[in-house]
């Protein structure tokens, strides 16, 4: 509740922090000055009656035997000086009146006047007694303080428990108020035998020391200042043995440690918000502890008084109590830990009660919902976010009037009923009941009955006449008070609490206002001139005066005077309703909250932090006061979650709710006059939501643990919410740590507490501690780390050797109380751990004294669990069981599990799974009910999949080889393949130094640990290097490794990515931690915590020249690396290695072919998928093992990967073709068919080809020629033989053909004859060189020596000796030689030949020597590096048919680079030259073909495989090849159809013609001196099937080109894996002999010789016939279709639209007939598709909006088109003539309309009711695609 801030005419003020919210009046100067005036006055006033009262004399005469003896200034120790002055500033004349020392300091802290030798007490006639001691004191002549002191004392000594020591100090001949505890009675046993401590009494001036006797230290010893005892001013003084307390309250403590510097801590109830002072608030709690050494041994110290006082801490250190009623009655504990103490202290004052299980989960509350609607809208939001939330409570705004046992009739009308609302959802009900009775009548003039029965009862609180009942005000009115001491009291609150609950059916009870608060000072009548309400000393208390804010000293209780039970009004009507809900909730334990407590509430209520501020700083405070009501014996505690007062903040409130997540008491509650600030209040899908969702759904899953954690603070006194020292104190760091806590010992919390914070300086104590959300073991052990936690993440940490019990979680207690149980194994360096587990009905009273309960105590050693039931008495319980045990930190792969219950046989338990990244066991599907007693026990094992080879090197590994690099040797098993010489698995090459977490990445620094020099691998190390992690996207990251001292190559490919980071922590979706013991990177994806990339593994290295990095993989699932040949499109991961380095190489299994392509997708369990890409172009390769893991081996460069997340597949691949660029976007005639040979002697051969294919009609687009058509294959030129190429191509152009010619890049220099392309490029400086010279570094490729008659029966290694050219490459990296090339290419355009496209072969580059044309390379080292890969002619050097690696590259900002570094790359650099040349060549789109490829290739090429062979495997591959580039961003390829090398046969060529037609790029290629294999070229039958096929692909060319247009301007696949469209479907993850076109159109071709079926899977979708239309009529399964030898299966898929056209012999013809749309509804009778068109040729279109983009869409019986851009309108190529309707409903169709350009027209239609067709005719419509229609049919 709120404070009341009350001005003089009584009215009220809401204290507010924020400006604005409250208007306040503004005072005249007169106004201002009066008041100071007034308050002056009343100042004086005050004064004199004090004096009066108390008869005190301003000095009293000191003679010379009373006047002390001051130190001398040498040795004037000022931090022991005890203050003799301590209630004004001192005077010298005040203090030598009171015989003290004047000694003025610098600081005015230090005390001036302080007492010397001359004050306290003599000890006389000490005896001994059955308990202790006893010993009169009697006052020393000294002056006095205060007055009236008392000459002659009572010690009495009472050694009680061997640990706790009791003395305290009375008047003899008066007896004196003395605290009537609840559970703390006077003591009648004898001394305890063997004390842990000893009790000295000092004579003169009398003193205590109690010391501990083990060590002799002394603990508590209050000879540092003199003893006063006075009738209203006792004060004693103890020096303490160190500076570590902890304790005392109820204040706002900043730190839990306290500040010794000069503190002064009045107690005293009080109701005061929290803030930055010494402010005395709600609750009376005197007792502390202190630590006295890392053993752990501590004391604690309690004063048993409930007057007010003031308690001084000072250096040395110092505790001064000044006390103003009472007795001085210590307990001291003795404790060898912290904890201990705290058991001894409460089982002093009571043990704290067992809570309900519902007051654990979270609670909701605010002050003034106004109205019942807004508190049912709050339950109703929160229960739709899904919030765990168990407690609705309301403030006084549910009564009428704020009178309590009412609730208003109107605001809250319905109230009973929505309590049962709250309990038919499980959930409930807690009220607010202040102490103040109002004195007035209800609202409508009827009797207010509670006032009435308690004034006939007598129960209320009475002046100080003892009858009169005093009257104050609170939130009714004017009001009395219930004297909660008073029996008659107690029955009476019992009964209004029983009939109220008869109107309304509450849970539990919130006390508040219970200091007691009043807002008139005193009573309505004022406070009498007396000694009780002026004392002569009144404490350091708020505002100074005693009945402040409360009711006068002398009003009465039963217990006593207010003066002395004021502390104890709180704790009585805690036992009082504590007594009520034992009349209202018989046997329930129900629910209380208190707001005021003294020693021992906790055994009766719980308490939270009072009306705190919305503030950062007051959010930390929190936990200390949290940890001190630990001490106080009130573990179920809390602050008001996101803060009471002022308005709180999105972020605030976000961490606010982690923390308070793991209060004990969690509830969520603020003021009136601010916005609501329930988690759904901030949106549904708001992260404060989320977040708050997460970690109370964490809450509930651990109550389990929390609730046990409870059974024993109840049993025994432990703390729940517990500092660290209590744990770890022999760690001194421990001691002050306080923005940190645990739950019980093992669960480590560490909260974000500053504004803006995503780091968080962490202490870790000395444990084995895993991150509880990921289960993963942290290598950080008694350090501060900087933990990373951003904005929805709160620290969790579990503590090895901790076994914890959890539950599935609900959104209330009462559902998750049904779910199944599960333990949480954390396993220490022992690899052991214990932990128990209490459970019961969680409700009823005493369930623990009555034995109605389940105990359980659990234990871990030797890789076995057992599960111990200790106490079974509770039989509902028993349909609970353990079904899941999680092991975490299990070092070596489980391979087997075994379980034993209640002493049945061993048997085996199938159902676990082991995470080897985070090396964890999960063990599931157990049903270990309750009342059992069971044992798990597993079997570790190294396995051999684990195994990293230490010896990938090209010579053999043997033993000895093995184990001089340092690295384990094992002789492999008989079939197995995994490595026999392998690294420790404790390899651990780099240590991480100073890891730096920031909201956009992490850096950290490497350096080479010297201890793992042992290993010797390939290259010199490196010895520091950088990582560094960017987060790039929300979906996209970058992770890299490098040598930060020294420049080393990185790949010059230019990738598009953001400048700076664009993802927020909140929506990205991955979370990503340097790994230390080993180094690694390890990425998880947020949304299912599945490790997708770890390389904590064996192995890591990074030399000068050779690179080596492991990840594990999430799955066996994993596709992509090239280019080389694979025979599954999944890799296989049965320890297969793979190279990667371009060469002239024809396709073979695990040879390095053309291109270079380091990117892989990985696919994960939960049907999610991811992508990798390394940008290095070093030679490489990549070695799979069934772990499943990779390894990447590489020669040079860095570690510089890039992550997409998807998370589908088609989605990945998108995001990495945005970085890399996304497709080119052909012409639409490249994707027609095409015919090229190698070998073509003459133009007239070409010709005929040309004629065959026109004559028997079959469609065709492009010709080639290879590099016959060259004069001697020199690029530039035409042979004579093709003399007149250029007239015939300019004549099939005319006919609507293209032309596309092929250039290779190899130059000859040996020419006799002027050839202007070298000479060119010599002026130009573009052919690459040896470095550090001018000189080319020849090769030999295609071009012959002029004047050399060629002899075509030369192999072609004697051909190259014999005839071949020296000749040079371009080095297309340089910016002139870009100039050069496009230059060669428009004047070959212009001069010689046009053509529409160009083909680029041989560049790796390919060479026919090695190296240079003396085979003879000038750098061993580079050229065999010390480490090569596993890579064809492995043995034969990297420059094999390639130029030498240490020949020089220029950059295109003129750096240099190797060859060693950028062969890779040399195709790359070739085609963005190409592709502008050819453009401005032709002033056309055109296309480029390339053979070599890298990433980012794809934005200006497509792509063949190469130089295939004519066998059935090759085409099978061609498959997995299109499907690879796909991913690789590169969608128009295709294989050479009826394959390259070898003569194709019949039934081959016939197969893959089928298939070639739906390549993206279908060209018929074949090599030299073998038989023709174009269509025409078979047989008439032959050449019918081929025009069938043909036609359905140019049928279909609309559909592919929008599907090019889609990658382009999107990126993704066209040839698209079955797994990208249906992932949900696991056959689709092998499935590589089928692929889709787009979404919608499948392909399943005939692989196989000699079959007229095919086997093809059918996804879970709709599919039509493609030849028939019909619905095939199957779904999710493989199925044989028949496939006669002329036929292919294809199929469209329901749910899509696919827009067609007509064809025609080539595009220029079918782009002018009539499109039409094939329909392909889904089972709900819809579709939907689209078409992108344009001329086909213009260059960038889409970039410049020249095109029309039609939306299709069926729904039900309409098909409507929208256009969504209309920048190219061809009319002539837009007419829509047919639509064919498949699927439709079997209904017959009537009638079938047209509406168009405003008119609705009936058209021409057939129906086949059988096949479910509707075909439409509107050739005779004159309907055009650039304009919107709509067709009906019904």
């Given at each position: 509740m709120p404070v009341r801030l009350l001005d003089s005419t009584h009215k009220e003020h809401m204290y507010t922090s924020t400006p604005g919210k409250m208007a306040k009046k503004k005072f005249s100067e007169l106004e201002i000055t009066l008041i100071v005036l007034f308050a002056i006055v009343t100042i004086i006033a005050i004064a004199l009656v004090v004096v009066l009262a108390t008869k005190t004399p301003a000095v009293e005469e000191i003679s010379d035997s009373t006047r002390g003896t001051c130190p001398s200034v040498l040795n004037d120790p000022i931090n022991q000086r005890i203050n003799c002055i301590p209630e004004r500033s001192p005077t010298q004349t005040l203090c030598a009146a009171r015989g003290c020392c004047w000694r003025p300091w610098n600081d005015s802290v230090i005390p001036w006047c302080f007492f010397v030798n001359n004050h306290g007490y003599n000890a006389e006639?000490?005896?001994?007694?059955?308990?202790?001691?006893?010993?009169?004191?009697?006052?020393?002549?000294?002056?006095?303080?205060?007055?009236?002191?008392?000459?002659?004392?009572?010690?009495?000594?009472?050694?009680?428990?061997?640990?706790?020591?009791?003395?305290?100090?009375?008047?003899?001949?008066?007896?004196?108020?003395?605290?009537?505890?609840?559970?703390?009675?006077?003591?009648?046993?004898?001394?305890?035998?063997?004390?842990?401590?000893?009790?000295?009494?000092?004579?003169?001036?009398?003193?205590?020391?109690?010391?501990?006797?083990?060590?002799?230290?002394?603990?508590?010893?209050?000879?540092?200042?003199?003893?006063?005892?006075?009738?209203?001013?006792?004060?004693?003084?103890?020096?303490?043995?160190?500076?570590?307390?902890?304790?005392?309250?109820?204040?706002?403590?900043?730190?839990?440690?306290?500040?010794?510097?000069?503190?002064?801590?009045?107690?005293?109830?009080?109701d005061q918000l929290p803030g930055d002072n010494n402010n005395n608030l709600y609750g009376h709690q005197t007792f502390f502890m202190c630590i006295e050494d890392t053993s752990g041994k501590s004391f604690g110290v309690f004063l048993m008084n409930s007057n007010a006082m003031e308690i001084f801490i000072q250096p040395t250190p110092i505790v001064t109590y000044r006390v103003i009623g009472g007795i001085l009655d210590f307990y001291i504990f003795l404790g060898d830990t912290p904890e201990q103490v705290v058991q001894q202290y409460q089982e002093l004052i009571g043990r704290p009660a067992m809570p309900a299980y519902w007051n654990l989960g979270f609670q909701l509350s605010r002050w003034n919902y106004k109205t019942l609607d807004v508190v049912k809208e709050v339950v109703k939001r929160n229960r739709e976010a899904g919030i765990p939330f168990d407690t609705q409570i309301t403030d006084i705004d549910y009564m009428e009037d704020k009178k309590i046992f009412t609730y208003d009739q109107v605001a809250f009308n319905g109230l009973p009923e929505f309590v049962q609302d709250l309990h038919a959802h499980g959930q409930k009900y807690v009220i607010i009941l202040d102490p103040a009775v109002s004195i007035d009548k209800r609202v409508n003039g009827a009797a207010y009955e509670s006032y009435d029965r308690g004034t006939a009862q007598k129960v209320w609180v009475n002046e100080s006449d003892g009858t009169t009942a005093i009257i104050g005000e609170v939130w009714p009115g004017l009001t009395v008070y219930p004297d909660f001491t008073n029996p008659s009291c107690i029955e009476w609150w019992a009964n209004e609490c029983y009939l109220f609950h008869q109107q309304v059916n509450y849970d539990g009870l919130w006390i508040d206002m219970n200091e007691v608060s009043s807002f008139v000072q005193g009573s309505k009548k004022g406070c009498s001139a007396n000694n009780l309400n002026y004392p002569p000393f009144t404490p350091d208390i708020l505002d100074k005066l005693m009945y402040s804010k409360t009711i006068c000293m002398d009003a009465m209780q039963y217990w006593g005077k207010q003066y002395?039970?004021?502390?104890?009004?709180?704790?009585?009507?805690?036992?009082?309703?504590?007594?009520?809900?034992?009349?209202?909730?018989?046997n329930k334990r129900s629910f209380i909250l208190t707001r005021s407590t003294f020693a021992g509430s906790g055994s009766h209520s719980a308490h939270w932090l009072g009306d705190n501020t919305a503030s950062w700083e007051q959010m930390e405070w929190s936990i200390t006061g949290m940890l001190e009501f630990g001490l106080f014996g009130i573990p179920l505690v809390g602050a008001d979650i996101c803060g009471f007062v002022a308005e709180t903040t999105e972020e605030l409130c976000r961490r606010w709710m982690q923390l308070g997540a793991f209060y004990p008491y969690a509830r969520n509650h603020n003021a009136d006059g601010y916005q609501h600030q329930d988690p759904a209040f901030f949106g549904q899908d708001s992260p404060l939501v989320k977040s708050s969702k997460h970690y109370l759904n964490i809450r509930y899953a651990l109550l389990p643990f929390l609730y046990t954690l409870f059974y024993k603070a109840h049993m025994f006194g432990e703390t729940v919410a517990r500092p660290f020292l209590h744990e770890f104190y022999e760690d001194t760091n421990s001691w002050i740590e306080d923005t940190q806590f645990l739950w019980g010992p093992s669960l480590l919390i560490t909260p974000v507490l500053k504004q803006g914070a995503e780091i968080v300086s962490a202490y870790i104590p000395d444990a084995t501690w895993y991150d509880f959300e990921t289960g993963v073991k942290r290598p950080w052990r008694k350090q501060r780390v900087d933990m990373q936690l951003p904005g929805d993440k709160i620290g969790l940490h579990l503590r090895g050797g901790y076994i914890i019990p959890f539950q599935e979680p609900a959104v209330t207690t009462t559902a998750s109380r049904k779910n199944p149980l599960g333990l949480i194994v954390a396993l220490n360096d022992n690899n052991t751990a214990k932990g128990d587990f209490f459970w019961d009905d969680g409700e009823t009273k005493d369930t623990i004294q009555k034995g109605n309960y389940i105990l359980y105590t659990f234990s871990v050693s030797n890789n076995k669990l057992d599960i111990i039931c200790m106490h079974s008495s509770y039989p509902e319980g028993t349909a609970l069981a353990f079904e899941t045990v999680k092991v975490l930190g299990l070092i070596d792969t489980v391979t087997e599990v075994s379980v034993i219950e209640d002493n049945q046989p061993l048997r085996a338990h199938y159902n676990f799974s082991y995470d080897a990244s985070n090396q964890i066991l999960l063990i599931y599907n157990l049903t270990f009910n309750l009342g059992g007693n069971f044992t798990v026990q597993w079997d570790q094992t190294f396995l051999e999949v684990e195994k990293f080879t230490c010896y990938p090197d090209s010579d053999t590994a043997t033993k000895e080889r093995c184990e001089e690099r340092g690295c384990l040797w094992q002789t492999a098993q008989l079939g197995s393949k995994a490595p026999e010489c392998y690294?420790?698995?404790?390899?651990?090459?780099?240590?991480?130094?100073?890891?730096?977490?920031?909201?956009?990445?992490?850096?950290?620094?490497?350096?080479?640990?010297?201890a793992n020099t042992r290993i010797k691998l390939p290259s010199d190390s490196i010895s520091s290097l950088r990582v560094e992690v960017k987060y790039h996207k929300d979906d996209m990251l970058q992770f890299k490794i490098y040598d930060a001292q020294n420049k080393r190559y990185e790949v010059p490919v230019p990738l598009n990515i953001p400048t700076t980071p664009t993802s927020t922590y909140e929506t990205r979706l991955y979370d990503v931690e340097i790994k230390e013991n080993p180094f690694g990177i390890q990425i998880r994806r947020r949304s299912t915590r599945r490790v997708i990339w770890d390389s904590r593994l064996p192995g890591f290295a990074f030399n000068n020249q050779f690179i080596q990095i492991s990840t594990r993989l999430p799955s066996e699932y994993v596709y992509g690396f090239g280019e080389m040949e694979h025979t599954t499109f999944r890799r296989d991961l049965n320890w297969h290695t793979w190279g990667m380095f371009t060469r002239d190489q024809p396709p073979g299994y695990k040879l390095n072919s053309y291109g270079f392509h380091p990117y892989y997708m990985a696919l994960e369990d939960e049907n999610n998928a991811h992508g990798v890409l390394l940008l290095n172009s070093n030679a490489m390769d990549v070695t799979f093992q069934p772990m499943p893991a990779l390894t990447y081996r590489m020669i040079g460069g860095i570690l510089d990967f890039y992550m997409f997340l998807g998370p589908s597949p088609e989605v990945v691949t998108k995001q990495y073709h945005e970085v890399i660029g996304q497709p080119v976007m052909p012409p639409y005639w490249a994707l027609g068919f095409q015919l090229c040979r190698y070998g073509y002697r003459n133009t007239s051969q070409v010709e005929e080809v040309y004629n065959d294919m026109v004559a028997a009609r079959i469609p065709y687009d492009v010709h080639y020629t290879d590099i016959d058509y060259m004069e001697r294959q020199l690029d530039f030129t035409i042979d004579d033989e093709f003399r007149d190429l250029p007239q015939f191509v300019d004549k099939i152009r005319s006919e609507g053909m293209r032309y596309i010619i092929i250039l290779d890049p190899a130059i000859s220099g040996n020419e006799t004859k002027p050839y202007p392309a070298f000479e060119r490029g010599q002026e130009k400086d573009v052919f690459v060189k040896w470095p550090n010279t001018n000189d080319i570094c020849w090769a030999k490729v295609w071009p012959d020596l002029p004047n050399v008659t060629i002899d075509e029966s030369l192999t072609e290694d004697e051909a190259v000796n014999a005839s071949r050219a020296h000749a040079a490459f371009p080095d297309f990296f340089r910016n002139s030689t870009a100039e050069w090339w496009a230059?060669?290419?428009?004047?070959?355009?212009?001069?010689?030949?046009?053509?529409?496209?160009?083909?680029?072969?041989?560049?790796?580059?390919?060479?026919?020597?090695?190296?240079?044309?003396?085979?003879?390379?000038?750098?061993?080292?580079?050229?065999?590096?010390?480490?090569?890969?596993?890579?064809?002619?492995?043995?034969?050097?990297?420059?094999?048919?390639?130029?030498?690696?240490?020949?020089?590259?220029?950059?295109?900002?003129?750096?240099?680079?190797?060859?060693?570094?950028?062969?890779?790359?040399?195709?790359?650099?070739?085609?963005?030259?190409?592709?502008?040349?050819?453009?401005?060549?032709?002033?056309?789109?055109?296309?480029?073909?390339?053979?070599?490829?890298?990433?980012?290739?794809?934005?200006?090429?497509?792509?063949?495989?190469?130089?295939?062979?004519?066998?059935?495997?090759?085409?099978?591959?061609?498959?997995?090849?299109?499907?690879?580039?796909?991913?690789?961003?590169?969608?128009?390829?295709?294989?050479?159809?009826?394959?390259?090398?070898?003569?194709?046969?019949?039934?081959?060529?016939?197969?893959?013609?089928?298939?070639?037609?739906?390549?993206?790029?279908?060209?018929?290629?074949?090599?030299?001196?073998?038989?023709?294999?174009?269509?025409?070229?078979?047989?008439?039958?032959f050449s019918t099937m081929s025009r069938d096929i043909l036609n359905i692909r140019y049928t279909l060319l609309p559909y592919f080109y929008t599907q090019m247009h889609e990658i382009h301007a999107h990126g993704g696949t066209v040839i698209r894996p079955l797994l990208h469209e249906f992932l949900n479907e696991k056959p689709t993850w092998d499935i590589f002999k089928q692929f889709l076109w787009g979404p919608a159109f499948m392909v399943t071709?005939?692989?196989?010789?000699?079959?007229?079926?095919?086997?093809?899977?059918?996804?879970?979708?709709?599919?039509?016939?493609?030849?028939?239309?019909?619905?095939?009529?199957?779904?999710?399964?493989?199925?044989?279709?028949?496939?006669?030898?002329?036929?292919?299966?294809?199929?469209?898929?329901?749910?899509?639209?696919?827009?067609?056209?007509?064809?025609?012999?080539?595009?220029?013809?079918?782009?002018?007939?009539?499109?039409?749309?094939?329909?392909?509804?889904?089972?709900?009778?819809?579709?939907?598709?689209?078409l992108f068109w344009d001329d086909g040729e213009t260059i960038d279109t889409y970039e410049r909006d020249l095109y029309s983009l039609v939306q299709f869409n069926l729904n039900k019986t309409i098909l409507t088109s929208t256009i969504l851009k209309n920048g190219y309108i061809n009319r002539s190529e837009m007419r829509l003539g047919y639509i064919h309707i498949w699927g439709k409903e079997k209904m017959r169709v009537s009638e079938v309309t047209l509406t168009h350009n405003g008119n609705k027209e009936s058209v021409n239609f057939t129906e086949d009711q059988n096949l479910e067709i509707l075909n439409i005719d509107l050739t005779g419509n004159n309907v055009t695609l650039d304009e919107p229609i709509e067709v009906n049919w019904s």
């Amino acid at each position: 509740m709120p404070v009341r801030l009350l001005d003089s005419t009584h009215k009220e003020h809401m204290y507010t922090s924020t400006p604005g919210k409250m208007a306040k009046k503004k005072f005249s100067e007169l106004e201002i000055t009066l008041i100071v005036l007034f308050a002056i006055v009343t100042i004086i006033a005050i004064a004199l009656v004090v004096v009066l009262a108390t008869k005190t004399p301003a000095v009293e005469e000191i003679s010379d035997s009373t006047r002390g003896t001051c130190p001398s200034v040498l040795n004037d120790p000022i931090n022991q000086r005890i203050n003799c002055i301590p209630e004004r500033s001192p005077t010298q004349t005040l203090c030598a009146a009171r015989g003290c020392c004047w000694r003025p300091w610098n600081d005015s802290v230090i005390p001036w006047c302080f007492f010397v030798n001359n004050h306290g007490y003599n000890a006389e006639k000490v005896t001994s007694t059955n308990a202790g001691l006893e010993a009169k004191l009697k006052r020393r002549a000294s002056p006095t303080l205060f007055g009236n002191d008392i000459n002659s004392v009572l010690l009495t000594t009472q050694n009680q428990t061997r640990n706790r020591v009791r003395f305290k100090i009375t008047d003899p001949n008066n007896r004196r108020y003395e605290v009537p505890h609840q559970f703390v009675k006077e003591f009648s046993g004898t001394a305890a035998s063997d004390p842990l401590y000893n009790l000295e009494v000092i004579h003169d001036p009398f003193s205590i020391k109690i010391s501990r006797k083990s060590n002799n230290k002394i603990l508590f010893d209050t000879s540092i200042g003199p003893l006063v005892y006075s009738d209203q001013y006792l004060q004693i003084s103890a020096r303490l043995p160190n500076e570590y307390i902890y304790g005392l309250g109820e204040h706002i403590h900043k730190r839990f440690r306290h500040d010794l510097y000069w503190k002064t801590w009045p107690i005293f109830t009080r109701d005061q918000l929290p803030g930055d002072n010494n402010n005395n608030l709600y609750g009376h709690q005197t007792f502390f502890m202190c630590i006295e050494d890392t053993s752990g041994k501590s004391f604690g110290v309690f004063l048993m008084n409930s007057n007010a006082m003031e308690i001084f801490i000072q250096p040395t250190p110092i505790v001064t109590y000044r006390v103003i009623g009472g007795i001085l009655d210590f307990y001291i504990f003795l404790g060898d830990t912290p904890e201990q103490v705290v058991q001894q202290y409460q089982e002093l004052i009571g043990r704290p009660a067992m809570p309900a299980y519902w007051n654990l989960g979270f609670q909701l509350s605010r002050w003034n919902y106004k109205t019942l609607d807004v508190v049912k809208e709050v339950v109703k939001r929160n229960r739709e976010a899904g919030i765990p939330f168990d407690t609705q409570i309301t403030d006084i705004d549910y009564m009428e009037d704020k009178k309590i046992f009412t609730y208003d009739q109107v605001a809250f009308n319905g109230l009973p009923e929505f309590v049962q609302d709250l309990h038919a959802h499980g959930q409930k009900y807690v009220i607010i009941l202040d102490p103040a009775v109002s004195i007035d009548k209800r609202v409508n003039g009827a009797a207010y009955e509670s006032y009435d029965r308690g004034t006939a009862q007598k129960v209320w609180v009475n002046e100080s006449d003892g009858t009169t009942a005093i009257i104050g005000e609170v939130w009714p009115g004017l009001t009395v008070y219930p004297d909660f001491t008073n029996p008659s009291c107690i029955e009476w609150w019992a009964n209004e609490c029983y009939l109220f609950h008869q109107q309304v059916n509450y849970d539990g009870l919130w006390i508040d206002m219970n200091e007691v608060s009043s807002f008139v000072q005193g009573s309505k009548k004022g406070c009498s001139a007396n000694n009780l309400n002026y004392p002569p000393f009144t404490p350091d208390i708020l505002d100074k005066l005693m009945y402040s804010k409360t009711i006068c000293m002398d009003a009465m209780q039963y217990w006593g005077k207010q003066y002395d039970v004021h502390s104890l009004y709180g704790y009585s009507m805690s036992i009082a309703t504590e007594k009520a809900i034992e009349k209202v909730l018989p046997n329930k334990r129900s629910f209380i909250l208190t707001r005021s407590t003294f020693a021992g509430s906790g055994s009766h209520s719980a308490h939270w932090l009072g009306d705190n501020t919305a503030s950062w700083e007051q959010m930390e405070w929190s936990i200390t006061g949290m940890l001190e009501f630990g001490l106080f014996g009130i573990p179920l505690v809390g602050a008001d979650i996101c803060g009471f007062v002022a308005e709180t903040t999105e972020e605030l409130c976000r961490r606010w709710m982690q923390l308070g997540a793991f209060y004990p008491y969690a509830r969520n509650h603020n003021a009136d006059g601010y916005q609501h600030q329930d988690p759904a209040f901030f949106g549904q899908d708001s992260p404060l939501v989320k977040s708050s969702k997460h970690y109370l759904n964490i809450r509930y899953a651990l109550l389990p643990f929390l609730y046990t954690l409870f059974y024993k603070a109840h049993m025994f006194g432990e703390t729940v919410a517990r500092p660290f020292l209590h744990e770890f104190y022999e760690d001194t760091n421990s001691w002050i740590e306080d923005t940190q806590f645990l739950w019980g010992p093992s669960l480590l919390i560490t909260p974000v507490l500053k504004q803006g914070a995503e780091i968080v300086s962490a202490y870790i104590p000395d444990a084995t501690w895993y991150d509880f959300e990921t289960g993963v073991k942290r290598p950080w052990r008694k350090q501060r780390v900087d933990m990373q936690l951003p904005g929805d993440k709160i620290g969790l940490h579990l503590r090895g050797g901790y076994i914890i019990p959890f539950q599935e979680p609900a959104v209330t207690t009462t559902a998750s109380r049904k779910n199944p149980l599960g333990l949480i194994v954390a396993l220490n360096d022992n690899n052991t751990a214990k932990g128990d587990f209490f459970w019961d009905d969680g409700e009823t009273k005493d369930t623990i004294q009555k034995g109605n309960y389940i105990l359980y105590t659990f234990s871990v050693s030797n890789n076995k669990l057992d599960i111990i039931c200790m106490h079974s008495s509770y039989p509902e319980g028993t349909a609970l069981a353990f079904e899941t045990v999680k092991v975490l930190g299990l070092i070596d792969t489980v391979t087997e599990v075994s379980v034993i219950e209640d002493n049945q046989p061993l048997r085996a338990h199938y159902n676990f799974s082991y995470d080897a990244s985070n090396q964890i066991l999960l063990i599931y599907n157990l049903t270990f009910n309750l009342g059992g007693n069971f044992t798990v026990q597993w079997d570790q094992t190294f396995l051999e999949v684990e195994k990293f080879t230490c010896y990938p090197d090209s010579d053999t590994a043997t033993k000895e080889r093995c184990e001089e690099r340092g690295c384990l040797w094992q002789t492999a098993q008989l079939g197995s393949k995994a490595p026999e010489c392998y690294f420790p698995k404790e390899d651990n090459s780099y240590l991480v130094h100073s890891t730096q977490y920031s909201s956009v990445g992490i850096t950290a620094d490497l350096q080479l640990n010297t201890a793992n020099t042992r290993i010797k691998l390939p290259s010199d190390s490196i010895s520091s290097l950088r990582v560094e992690v960017k987060y790039h996207k929300d979906d996209m990251l970058q992770f890299k490794i490098y040598d930060a001292q020294n420049k080393r190559y990185e790949v010059p490919v230019p990738l598009n990515i953001p400048t700076t980071p664009t993802s927020t922590y909140e929506t990205r979706l991955y979370d990503v931690e340097i790994k230390e013991n080993p180094f690694g990177i390890q990425i998880r994806r947020r949304s299912t915590r599945r490790v997708i990339w770890d390389s904590r593994l064996p192995g890591f290295a990074f030399n000068n020249q050779f690179i080596q990095i492991s990840t594990r993989l999430p799955s066996e699932y994993v596709y992509g690396f090239g280019e080389m040949e694979h025979t599954t499109f999944r890799r296989d991961l049965n320890w297969h290695t793979w190279g990667m380095f371009t060469r002239d190489q024809p396709p073979g299994y695990k040879l390095n072919s053309y291109g270079f392509h380091p990117y892989y997708m990985a696919l994960e369990d939960e049907n999610n998928a991811h992508g990798v890409l390394l940008l290095n172009s070093n030679a490489m390769d990549v070695t799979f093992q069934p772990m499943p893991a990779l390894t990447y081996r590489m020669i040079g460069g860095i570690l510089d990967f890039y992550m997409f997340l998807g998370p589908s597949p088609e989605v990945v691949t998108k995001q990495y073709h945005e970085v890399i660029g996304q497709p080119v976007m052909p012409p639409y005639w490249a994707l027609g068919f095409q015919l090229c040979r190698y070998g073509y002697r003459n133009t007239s051969q070409v010709e005929e080809v040309y004629n065959d294919m026109v004559a028997a009609r079959i469609p065709y687009d492009v010709h080639y020629t290879d590099i016959d058509y060259m004069e001697r294959q020199l690029d530039f030129t035409i042979d004579d033989e093709f003399r007149d190429l250029p007239q015939f191509v300019d004549k099939i152009r005319s006919e609507g053909m293209r032309y596309i010619i092929i250039l290779d890049p190899a130059i000859s220099g040996n020419e006799t004859k002027p050839y202007p392309a070298f000479e060119r490029g010599q002026e130009k400086d573009v052919f690459v060189k040896w470095p550090n010279t001018n000189d080319i570094c020849w090769a030999k490729v295609w071009p012959d020596l002029p004047n050399v008659t060629i002899d075509e029966s030369l192999t072609e290694d004697e051909a190259v000796n014999a005839s071949r050219a020296h000749a040079a490459f371009p080095d297309f990296f340089r910016n002139s030689t870009a100039e050069w090339w496009a230059k060669e290419i428009i004047d070959f355009y212009n001069n010689q030949m046009k053509f529409d496209g160009l083909w680029i072969d041989m560049n790796e580059p390919s060479s026919f020597v090695n190296g240079t044309t003396t085979n003879q390379c000038r750098n061993t080292e580079l050229n065999y590096p010390p480490y090569f890969p596993e890579l064809t002619k492995r043995t034969d050097g990297l420059h094999f048919r390639t130029m030498c690696m240490e020949t020089e590259q220029i950059l295109s900002d003129g750096s240099s680079v190797l060859h060693y570094d950028v062969h890779n790359l040399y195709g790359w650099s070739q085609l963005k030259p190409t592709y502008d040349a050819l453009q401005k060549a032709t002033g056309k789109r055109g296309i480029i073909i390339s053979r070599s490829t890298y990433p980012s290739a794809g934005r200006w090429s497509g792509h063949w495989f190469g130089d295939n062979y004519a066998t059935w495997d090759n085409l099978e591959k061609s498959i997995i090849g299109m499907m690879e580039f796909s991913l690789f961003g590169m969608s128009y390829t295709g294989a050479d159809i009826c394959g390259f090398f070898n003569n194709s046969e019949y039934q081959l060529c016939a197969r893959w013609m089928q298939l070639g037609a739906f390549y993206p790029y279908a060209r018929n290629h074949n090599s030299a001196f073998t038989r023709r294999q174009d269509p025409a070229s078979w047989n008439k039958t032959f050449s019918t099937m081929s025009r069938d096929i043909l036609n359905i692909r140019y049928t279909l060319l609309p559909y592919f080109y929008t599907q090019m247009h889609e990658i382009h301007a999107h990126g993704g696949t066209v040839i698209r894996p079955l797994l990208h469209e249906f992932l949900n479907e696991k056959p689709t993850w092998d499935i590589f002999k089928q692929f889709l076109w787009g979404p919608a159109f499948m392909v399943t071709p005939v692989l196989e010789p000699y079959v007229d079926t095919v086997e093809g899977y059918v996804p879970n979708a709709r599919w039509f016939d493609y030849h028939t239309g019909k619905d095939i009529g199957v779904r999710e399964t493989f199925h044989t279709f028949a496939a006669p030898l002329y036929e292919i299966n294809l199929h469209v898929r329901g749910g899509y639209i696919l827009p067609c056209q007509e064809p025609a012999n080539n595009t220029f013809y079918s782009r002018q007939n009539y499109m039409k749309l094939i329909v392909a509804a889904d089972d709900n009778q819809m579709a939907r598709g689209s078409l992108f068109w344009d001329d086909g040729e213009t260059i960038d279109t889409y970039e410049r909006d020249l095109y029309s983009l039609v939306q299709f869409n069926l729904n039900k019986t309409i098909l409507t088109s929208t256009i969504l851009k209309n920048g190219y309108i061809n009319r002539s190529e837009m007419r829509l003539g047919y639509i064919h309707i498949w699927g439709k409903e079997k209904m017959r169709v009537s009638e079938v309309t047209l509406t168009h350009n405003g008119n609705k027209e009936s058209v021409n239609f057939t129906e086949d009711q059988n096949l479910e067709i509707l075909n439409i005719d509107l050739t005779g419509n004159n309907v055009t695609l650039d304009e919107p229609i709509e067709v009906n049919w019904s």
